[in-house]
């Protein structure tokens, strides 16, 4: 541990989408592999407050922390490595950033001061950045800055680190650049000059990069490496190849080939020693070594960008490696599911996931899934408006309840078995008004949910507004559907399972949020078990018929 917090920033140049948040996850793994305490925080240009307002075309997933913070998806990438939990501070936006600046002006803080990006946004940042560093609980804090160097949006965060790594004094605080060495296949050469432009723009704006991350489709020979070093003015042994990998979570073992976290290290002037990562390369082992294989359909509506569920795609990995199992995620867009083409699309998978969202798009299709697997007991987990279009299917086709519906898709429906919580009928406002965070979960005595968690109470993060409607929970029981988790304070049910089923569950909370490498989650763990289960059930009667 140290006295005193060290600061590690990570800037991008040339592109975004270079991977900035892996290769800070994967430092940050390396450096808590020996011992020092570390977390990552994400400062995003973007205006809006935060993501909970946008399409997943727009920005991927949106991410749930604990406290109920809604974040960009990097933020599960370090919790997924790391496996600590992220909070609000751990996400800042230039809207947020704004916006706070903008509430102390009102508030005559700033005593009738012209407000100015510099000094004001610009302390308002480095005061952002440094909340997890004086709160005593960090040896070590990584700050990723989104975007690309040179945009108009990053510039207050170039600024804010300028200034802040002088506050900081020597040794304190770093800067890795990541930035692309393409490959020109026509001319057979790997090109240095992106790099040396982006640190250049780098170094217009007063910051010198202490250390080189260069992602390349090819091995970066000695004198290229040697090349950067002298005209990007920093030490050779401080620019590190980042190939492009198999799997993301090969890159902390590449990182640790190139002596990324020994250079980091050396610069913060801080000891060195031999990261443990023995149990992260059992789990890569397991990963990369399966002893079987299944197909597992997710059923969504954003299929076509795969950052949209990017966090339920990982926990099919942290289950697979736990089952031994490699998993095939096959998407399927709901628009595209009826009663006539189900079979086509479905029959083939070994078990069915349909996925969180929002709006009517896709919905019938959703449905139509969900009875099919239903009906041909092909194990299921839904997920928030998953397990919402369950319980329809269920009141629709087993009650008679045809006009059941949810009253976010249908407002004047008569059945709302699905329907607004009183609590947000009054609320108009959009961004960060759901019921957001972790909430607690009893388990009933007997359920299938109880087994899976092996305990009587959980905890997990929501987000969503609207709910199992109460008043038709003793009907579906009665049908067959049982509610086997509820919130203790509320009575509201989060859990919704079919005993009769081979494998039938459905959640109102994100289950996938709270996976990672040292802990897959229990609920993953037992679906893909079941599907495994439902995969040898297949072959076993297929070989059989023959």
């Not at 997924?80 to 800042?92: E, G, K």
Request: with cysteine; aromatic share 6%; hydrophobic share 35%.
């Amino acid at each position: 541990m140290t006295s005193t917090t060290k600061y590690i920033f990570v800037t991008g140049g040339v592109t975004s989408s270079l991977g900035k948040g892996i290769i800070a996850a994967s430092l940050a793994k390396l450096l808590q592999a020996q011992g020092y305490r570390v977390t990552i925080q994400k400062l995003d240009p973007y205006i809006n407050v935060d993501p909970g307002t946008l399409n997943p075309y727009e920005h991927g997933e949106c991410y749930v922390t604990e406290d109920g913070a809604e974040t960009d998806l990097d933020l599960g990438h370090y919790e997924r490595f790391l496996n600590r939990a992220t909070s609000q501070a751990n996400n800042v936006t230039t809207g947020r950033i704004y916006q706070s600046v903008i509430e102390k002006e009102r508030r005559g803080e700033f005593l009738g001061k012209t407000v100015q990006v510099v000094p004001h946004i610009t302390d308002e940042i480095k005061e952002r950045i440094q909340i997890l560093g004086k709160s005593g609980d960090y040896d070590i804090v990584i700050t990723e800055i989104g975007g690309t160097v040179g945009d108009i949006e990053s510039l207050p965060y170039i600024e804010a680190v300028r200034q802040l790594r002088w506050d900081l004094g020597e040794n304190n605080g770093i800067v890795i650049h990541l930035t692309l060495v393409p490959f020109l296949s026509a001319a057979g050469e790997l090109k240095t000059k992106p790099t040396q432009h982006s640190v250049k723009t780098l170094m217009e704006s007063g910051v010198q990069a202490d250390i080189l991350v260069c992602r390349t489709e090819h091995n970066l020979p000695k004198d290229l490496r040697r090349k950067l070093a002298l005209f990007c003015n920093v030490k050779e042994n401080a620019v590190i190849q980042s190939i492009d990998a198999s799997t993301i979570y090969d890159v902390p073992n590449l990182m640790l080939d190139e002596g990324l976290d020994k250079v980091v290290l050396e610069k913060l002037a801080l000891q060195s020693d031999v990261p443990d990562i023995e149990k992260w390369n059992q789990f890569v082992h397991r990963h990369k070594n399966p002893k079987s294989e299944i197909t597992i359909g997710l059923i969504g509506k954003y299929v076509e960008l795969q950052d949209s569920y990017k966090s339920i795609l990982e926990a099919f990995i942290h289950a697979g490696a736990e089952n031994e199992v490699k998993v095939n995620v096959e998407s399927v867009h709901s628009e595209y599911i009826n009663k006539d083409n189900a079979k086509l699309k479905l029959g083939h998978l070994d078990a069915v996931l349909v996925a969180p969202g929002f709006g009517e798009r896709g919905i019938d299709g959703k449905i139509d899934a969900v009875q099919y697997v239903r009906e041909n007991n092909v194990p299921f987990l839904g997920i928030c408006l998953g397990m919402q279009m369950a319980v329809i299917e269920f009141a629709r086709n087993v009650l008679g309840i045809k006009d059941a519906a949810s009253s976010e898709m249908n407002s004047t429906s008569k059945n709302p078995v699905i329907d607004l919580m009183e609590d947000q009928k009054t609320i108009t406002d959009k961004g960060g008004t759901m019921r957001l965070g972790a909430w607690a979960c009893d388990l009933k005595l007997g359920s299938a949910i109880r087994d899976i968690y092996k305990a009587e109470s959980i905890s997990e993060r929501h987000r969503h507004r609207y709910e199992f409607n109460g008043k038709y929970k003793d009907q579906l029981e009665a049908a067959g559907m049982k509610a086997t988790g509820l919130n203790p304070d509320t009575g509201l049910v989060e859990i919704v399972e079919i005993p009769e089923h081979p494998w039938f569950v459905g959640v109102q909370y994100h289950p996938e949020y709270k996976s990672t490498v040292a802990n897959p989650h229990p609920l993953f763990v037992a679906f893909v078990k079941a599907a495994l289960t439902n995969s040898r059930g297949k072959r076993s009667a297929s070989m059989a018929k023959k």
